[in-house]
């Protein structure tokens, strides 16, 4: 896209107000952001020279979506239903985005988790346009250059990723760059961060997907994946060009390998705006589940004993944002840590030489747990009746988990124990689909990651809630972008499970719901855009937002103002020609 077609206008609280376009006939229509289909009016037809080359009708937006939808029911499955909005993203960006907001509840489905990992796996086969930016060996001495093409755009925004934790679904080399596509997509959905200011970014250090190697189609750089101090150099110097080029924007990582997710995000939290979303996104919104089932059990979260089956990115942030919670209420890290118990692949977390270190802390022993020389490390059962555990939290997809033995065994150890079933895999598992809405009849809290049919069979009956990354992220980047916040802190992370929790209505509650319907995802990113940002002042690391001319920001009210205006609404602006 020729970043001489067209320049944005600005209003004071730093919102689009105006597409200044510079090309004309087909040159015009072919820019997604300017384009507007068969809504150009006669009089911007004239102007931008599109006589004559559309028919007479003018449809408005609202015509234009209730047409796409029709379109998008007569596709026969959820990935060519991917295909067409995609499609319709890179012809008409604001069209795509009504159609989505129409109806997120179930459009969510496509643009995101369960099909994008579909498109990820397929992305080299059904690849129509680039979209994004694509780094590999070959460019990345390049990369500053190559990032100051998209500088016109004003990025706010880039999602970022290597490719290799994909979802659950592993290493999908190039592919993974659809992640990020979807996740911006949500950024402009819920957030209301303009889609051209978001950035998807690939870091393609190669791919070890014996798979992919062989496959002549294969559009990625076709090499086993850099490791050690290459891997390294790598990611470092895309650090740099980035910050050079956009000192001020938000990066989040996407879907590393847990080694390398917490490695980067520590490594690189003094350098950019960053965070990874696999680990606090995803601690966040348990944490806003569990905070909404300690309201409902009425105790407090430091009454609670908690199980996590998983050790990668997202088990360890989920363990670590219980910790954050519970040493903001008083408790010391040790007190906080004696009430999360970890599982990983080989058993309970126990004694710290062999672990990794960002497992470590979450190992027990046996001077704090005389139990430990009791039981085997995977004795699921066990360990809950041992340990007294009145939660569990799944981030891999084994079944055992959540078997009838430890459904009946946490029963013993409270009237309404909480079961969070976040797997990252496609669906799912269905053994826990077939057993939810007897478990919730049951009197268990429930609320899940990604959707199947039969969760969603019963979520209008047992009101099972989807513990969705999406109710985190969008509100989060906002909070940093209108605070103009120099880091993004953990404790961002913390208000904003808080702000998520502090949503649910007492009627919600009652009938056991945990985080809110996902319809209400915009609602819920200006609530926690609010948190984060009144946090960031308080914390003492706001400063004046660079993309608006109001240069007070510290008080509650301003920041609701530019929280607000800021955020930009899929619809059609105004084209002045040159």
Known sequence: MSTNLYRFKYDEYGNTREIVVYASGSAARSCSYINKGTAFSHEERKALGLEASLPPGVRNLEEQVESSRSKMHEKVDDIEKFIFIRSMFDRN???????????????????????????????????????????????IDRAEDILRRSAHRDIRVAVVTDNQGVLGIGDQGAGGIAVCLGKLMLYTQGAGIAPWHCLPISLDVGTNNEKLLADNKYLGWRHRRLEGEEYLSFIGRFVRAFRNVFPNALCQWEDFLQQNAFSIRDAFVDELISFNDDIQGTGAIALAAILSAIKIKNEKLADQRILIHGGGAGGVGIGEQ????????????????????????????????????????????????PWLGEIDRIDIP?????????????????????????????????????????????????????????WSEQGFLVATGNPCATVEEVD??????????????????????VSGAREVLPEFFTVAARAIADMMTPEQLDKGRLVPPINDIRKVAVKVALAVAMCAVERGVSRPCVYSDFQHNNDEARMRTIIDRIRWNPEYLPLVSM
Do not use: W
């Not at 058993?347 to 027990?364: M, N, P, Q």
């Not at 939290?393 to 969070?420: C, D, H, M, R, V």
């Open 460 to 481: 209008n009956i047992c009101h099972i809630g989807q513990c969705n990354n999406a109710f985190v992220f969008p509100g989060v980047g906002l909070g940093v972008l």
């Open 322 to 369: 219980i910790m954050n919670a519970l040493i903001a209420e008083g408790l010391s890290e040790k007190e906080a840590l004696n009430r999360i118990f970890m599982i990983d692949s080989k058993g309970l977390l126990v004694g710290k030489s062999s672990l990794e270190r960002y497992k470590k802390k979450f190992a027990k022993d046996k001077a704090s747990h």
């Open 93 to 139: 960006t604001t069209l795509a985005h009504a159609v989505i907001k129409s109806d997120i509840k179930n459009y969510i489905k496509i643009i995101y988790t369960p099909t994008i990992g579909m498109a990820v796996q397929k992305y080299s086969s059904m690849f129509r346009q680039a979209n994004g930016l694509h780094f590999y060996p070959g460019n």
């Open 382 to 438: 066990g360990i809950i009746r041992k340990a007294g555990i009145t939660m569990l939290i799944g981030t891999t997809g084994q079944e055992f988990f959540f078997n009838e033995e430890a459904i009946q065994e946490i029963k013993k150890n409270t009237s309404k124990p909480l079961i969070l079933p976040l797997f990252q895999h496609i669906s799912t598992p269905q053994v826990f689909c077939q057993n939810i809405g007897k």
